[in-house]
């Protein structure tokens, strides 16, 4: 599976130990980051991660783009909900193209939790289907 991993920057903490906790499970699939996030989960974890431009840059864009081509199968995004982000836009657009081509999204840790586990457990597989 292609899996996006984007985390706002009082978030990359918790990214980071989500990635950490679960590295056995996602070194199974192709990963994607925006550049902050994949940056500091390849240097903690060794996973290798596509990275594409910072989200303040166009990173989300661009994930929105996969996503808009049937090639992003889960989106693991932690937000942080009490910090204006200066691209607001580009997040809204991330999140409306996963409800557009039902694409599984977590915006927290404990959606993550469900979606990797969920992940490890076979539920994805209608993914192939689609794809
Ligand atoms: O801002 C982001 C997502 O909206 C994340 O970008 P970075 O991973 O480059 O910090």
């Given at each position: 599976?292609?899996?996006?991993?984007?985390?706002?920057?009082?978030?990359?903490?918790?990214?980071?130990?989500?990635?950490?906790?679960?590295?056995?499970?996602?070194?199974?699939?192709?990963?994607?980051?925006?550049g902050t996030t994949g940056k500091q989960?390849?240097?903690?974890?060794?996973?290798?991660?596509?990275?594409?431009?910072?989200?303040?840059?166009?990173?989300?864009?661009?994930?929105?783009?996969?996503?808009?081509?049937?090639?992003?199968?889960?989106?693991?995004f932690l937000r942080d909900p009490l910090?204006?982000?200066?691209?607001?836009?580009?997040?809204?657009?991330?999140?409306?193209?996963?409800?557009?081509?039902?694409?599984?999204?977590?915006?927290?840790?404990?959606?993550?939790?469900?979606?990797?586990?969920?992940?490890?457990?076979?539920?994805?597989?209608?993914?192939?289907?689609?794809?």
């Amino acid at each position: 599976m292609n899996i996006a991993l984007i985390a706002h920057d009082k978030k990359k903490p918790e990214m980071v130990n989500f990635t950490v906790a679960y590295t056995t499970i996602l070194k199974q699939h192709k990963l994607y980051a925006t550049g902050t996030t994949g940056k500091q989960i390849t240097e903690a974890t060794g996973l290798e991660v596509f990275r594409f431009q910072s989200g303040p840059l166009g990173g989300d864009q661009q994930i929105g783009a996969k996503i808009a081509n049937n090639e992003m199968d889960l989106v693991i995004f932690l937000r942080d909900p009490l910090t204006a982000q200066p691209h607001e836009p580009d997040i809204i657009a991330l999140m409306r193209l996963c409800d557009v081509y039902q694409i599984p999204i977590a915006t927290n840790i404990g959606g993550a939790e469900i979606l990797i586990r969920a992940l490890e457990d076979g539920y994805f597989q209608w993914r192939e289907v689609v794809k």
